[in-house]
């Protein structure tokens, strides 16, 4: 039977060119831009005449490539796409990125590179999915069960669907062995995404006789499941899992039915569902399916996966706004270890996927506080991060629309009713609730309901001051931590910015007024009302000019500002007018050295500390001893502490006092490059100078 020799053709799922074209930032940084004054003609001679097989692979030659196929004239573009001279030059999993740049820019006339870096190395195998021709199909078909490639290929089958089955049908036919195999899966999957009868009717232009042949071999994909049935015992269903009721939530499924359910969900998978579950949920109570699939996370334990695929399908198909809070506090306590054996980044798939308003939010809890420092945290943070880019603006503005208003009304507090009498709850400066009564009173705390209150008004009123109080304890002190960093680290917002995210915000506004603010040279502070004011209290309008946190060292009325806030009896969530601001002694501000805290012994306990607190422990050296700790101050400015006899990874009790070697300003993170305090300025100088101080215990020149 011969497969079709049709020419190449090219169709695009739906936002998969512009997520090609868009995926490549990180290159992009690293990537020297096409001059202005590009030769493009030249390059092409470059390569044409074979010069550039006389340089090595990457540096200049492949940079050249790049600007010419993604920057160049069509045709001299083209041209360069088709010299197989130069095909193993993007064959290496590290090009997967910008052969997706060159699908996206060039489409067919990539094709043939694409193709053979794919055979080179299976992970560039994405780049194809847009592609359809008999040489694509039969490597698709390879793939089906290969683990860097089949999520490529079952995209691939999904997509063109009908359009793939000539190609797929001869290997559907073929003697029994793993090429067939593959072909039936890959088929099965074009029958659930596009029907069966599109299949047969594909295959009859082979003959009537293939096309009643696969007829009998593609079965119905509710017949598709495993021999034997992963089916639950009754008593795990009547005593682990919560009844599953019915839409309206008057009657239940009896224990039968749900054993039967949880085995359609063990036998679905994220990428291949049973068909036979969507029918059912229909029927079903989405709440309760919920808390159906929380509970199987919970009682099914797996080895080397973080869960099933059977329970990831139910957590992501079923799961809502509750469970991604569940979800993502799990993840959030899962160690460093078991985030590794459990591949429980994958996570992450899953708590995006769900339908929850809290999702970026709780993504950005797990960027900052996660227990696994090494992949939970940075892979969340990606996350965020393409967050922000598709919305244009950087992660930090993306974190500070994400603080949630809690309902507050606009003057940041909330009136809770008990119906005879009502209670005022605001926040004081560390974002704690204050109660007030009628008069205006400051209460301990809000009473409980009693019996002349309002039955259903008071009961529901306290629970909402109940959840409140829990809901702002997880919000406040991150938020601000995170103040307190924007005015060390000197970040700036918009005025408009300024007086929408912060100034404006219901919860955030109480830690706003009682801070100092910068907009260019001019101090001020926001006022109760909302207003701005100046040192003497006049009203004052912002410049169009960054507005900051002002830092101490920075402030020269600081004198005159304390004694204003304290006529208003503003305390400060965090220190800033009463900060201890340090300088560099004498020789200190042009040295990279800075000797005088060198020699001191410091118990590992503080400098662990130092590691929730932004640092990074060096690599394990000889002996398994971690020999340095820095803190990136900003782009090639790093503090960096060498210790003796260092942290021994596996036993740290074993040196369990340190002795700070030497302590070097310099521009890599393991010390090389001098550094100055003259570069990095007096904010940054003092606060270096202050966590030295606190960490050694010297205060002066030794």
């Known amino acids: 039977m011969k497969r079709p020799k ?15 074209r868009d995926a490549s930032d990180g290159w992009r940084r690293r990537e020297t831009p096409v001059p202005d004054d590009v030769d493009f003609a030249a390059i092409a001679e470059y390569f044409r005449s074979g010069d550039a097989l006389e340089d090595a692979r990457g540096g200049r030659r492949s940079l050249r490539y790049r600007w010419l196929v993604l920057d160049g004239p069509d045709d001299l573009a083209n041209e360069l796409l088709a010299d197989e001279r130069y095909f193993d030059d993007y064959s290496g999993w590290v090009y997967r990125v910008p052969l997706q740049r060159f699908a996206a820019r060039r489409g067919l006339a990539a094709h043939p590179l694409l193709l053979h870096a794919a055979k080179v190395h299976l992970s560039c195998a994405v780049a194809l999915v847009p592609f359809l021709d008999d040489a694509t199909a039969q490597f698709m078909i390879k793939g089906m069960g290969v683990w ?4 490529a290929s079952r995209a691939w089958f999904a997509w063109h669907g009908p359009a793939a089955v000539p190609f797929v049908i001869p290997d559907a036919l073929r003697k029994p062995g793993p090429k067939r195999t593959h072909a039936e899966n890959g088929l099965a999957i074009i029958v659930r995404e596009h029907g069966r009868e599109c299949v047969i009717e594909a295959a009859a232009r082979y003959g009537e006789h293939v096309a009643e042949a696969i007829a009998a071999s593609v079965s119905d994909p509710l017949d598709r499941y495993p021999d034997p049935l992963p089916e639950p015992d009754e008593d795990f269903v009547r005593e682990r899992l919560p009844q599953v009721l ?4 008057e009657h239940a499924l009896p224990v039968s039915a749900t054993r039967h359910l949880v085995t359609m969900l063990r036998i679905s998978s994220p990428k291949e569902p049973y068909p036979g579950c969507e029918p059912v949920f229909e029927h079903l109570d989405p709440d309760s399916l919920a808390e159906l699939a929380w509970a199987l996370y919970t009682a099914e334990f797996v080895r080397d996966r973080w869960a099933s695929e059977g329970v990831e399908y139910a957590l992501r198909r079923l799961g809502n706004a509750g469970t991604a809070t569940r979800l993502a506090t799990a993840m959030g306590r899962w160690s460093k270890s078991s985030v590794w054996s459990w591949r429980g980044w994958e996570a992450l798939d899953v708590l995006t996927a769900l339908d929850s308003p809290d999702t970026l939010r709780l993504l950005d809890r797990l960027a900052r506080k996660a227990s696994d420092v090494n992949r939970m945290r940075p892979y969340a943070q990606e996350r965020l991060n393409a967050v922000a880019r598709e919305r244009g603006i950087t992660p930090e503005q993306l974190a500070d629309r994400l603080v949630p208003d809690f309902g507050l009304d606009g003057e940041g507090g ?62 406040a002190a991150d938020q601000i931590k995170r103040l307190e960093q924007a005015m060390i680290s000197g970040r700036s917002w918009t005025p408009t910015e300024f007086s929408e995210v912060l100034a404006g915000h219901p919860l955030l506004r109480h830690i706003v007024r009682r801070l100092l603010w910068s907009a260019g040279t001019t101090h001020f502070r926001v006022a109760e009302d909302g207003t701005y004011s100046d040192v003497h209290d006049d009203a004052l309008d912002l410049p169009d000019v960054p507005v900051t946190l002002a830092h101490p060292a920075l402030v020269t009325d600081l004198v005159a500002w304390s004694e204003v806030f304290a006529d208003y009896e503003l305390l400060q969530p965090f220190p800033q007018l009463g900060r201890t601001v340090y300088k560099p002694t004498d020789g200190e501000e042009t040295a990279s050295r800075l000797t005088r805290f060198e020699g001191a012994s410091v118990p590992n306990g503080p400098i662990f500390g130092l590691t929730r607190a932004g640092w990074t422990l060096g690599p394990k050296e000889t002996g398994g001893y971690q020999r340095h700790i820095s803190l990136e101050l900003g782009e090639k400015q790093y503090l960096v502490l060498y210790l003796e006899p260092g942290i021994r990874v596996l036993t740290p009790e074993d040196a369990p006092v340190q002795e700070i070697e030497q302590v070097r300003l310099a521009t890599t993170g393991h010390g090389a490059g001098k550094l100055t305090f003259e570069e990095l300025g007096p904010v940054l100088t003092s606060e270096i100078l202050a966590t030295l101080t606190k960490l050694t215990g010297r205060h002066k020149e030794a």
């Not at 049709?6 to 090609?20: I, N």
């Not at 926040?427 to 009173?441: A, H, I, S, T, Y």
């Not at 209460?443 to 008071?458: E, F, I, N, V």
């Open 6 to 20: 049709t020419p190449t053709v090219e169709s695009w799922p739906p936002g998969l060119r512009e997520e090609f």
């Open 148 to 151: 860097n490639v089949e999520e």
């Open 246 to 249: 019915l839409r309206g939530k």
């Open 414 to 475: 909330i009136t809770l009713d008990y119906g005879p009498r009502r209670f005022r709850v605001v926040f004081d400066e560390e974002l704690k609730p204050v109660v007030l009564d009628e008069n205006g009173r400051r209460r301990k705390t809000l009473p409980k309901p009693g019996a002349k209150d309002d039955a259903a008004l008071a009961p529901a009123a306290y629970k909402r001051f109940t959840d409140l109080k829990k809901e702002v304890r997880t919000v």
